[in-house]
Nanobody
Framework: QVRLVESGGGLVQAGGSLRLSCAAS????????MGWYRQAPGKQRELVAT???????NYADSVKGRFRISRDNAKNTVYLQMNSLKPEDTAVYYC???????????????WGQGTQVTVSS
């Protein structure tokens, strides 16, 4: 089975930084795009950032200039460097991976378990 294990969440003061990691493991043939989403209390899950297999990135307007997404293909890992954090960044962050299974022919979407990020004011 494919598993996505997230780490790096925690409690930080406004203006601080955190680095999230998401490592994929299992019968993976190839990973296509990766991304990060977040869901705050009482709100819908929203896109934070994505990165393609060619390392093209896309960011939500609310995090541009503060967050940076990157990937390590050799480790099947995606990162989210979060700087200048604000209380409104508080949410559960989920990684998302579009991949092809070793025994499959069609790309499949997988989600991480989520990691809590809390920014205090």
């Amino acid at each position: 089975q494919v598993r996505l294990v997230e780490s790096g969440g925690g409690l930080v003061q406004a203006g601080g930084s955190l680095r999230l990691s998401c490592a994929a493991s299992g019968p993976i043939f190839r990973i296509n795009a990766m991304g990060w989403y977040r869901q705050a209390p009482g709100k819908q899950r929203e896109l934070v950032a994505t990165i393609t297999s060619g390392s093209t990135t896309n960011y939500a307007d609310s995090v541009k200039g503060r967050f940076r997404i990157s990937r390590d293909n050799a480790k099947n890992t995606v990162y989210l460097q979060m700087n200048s954090l604000k209380p409104e960044d508080t949410a559960v962050y989920y990684c998302n991976v579009d991949l092809r299974l070793t025994a499959g022919w069609v790309p499949t979407i997988y989600w991480g378990q989520g990691t809590q990020v809390t920014v205090s004011s």
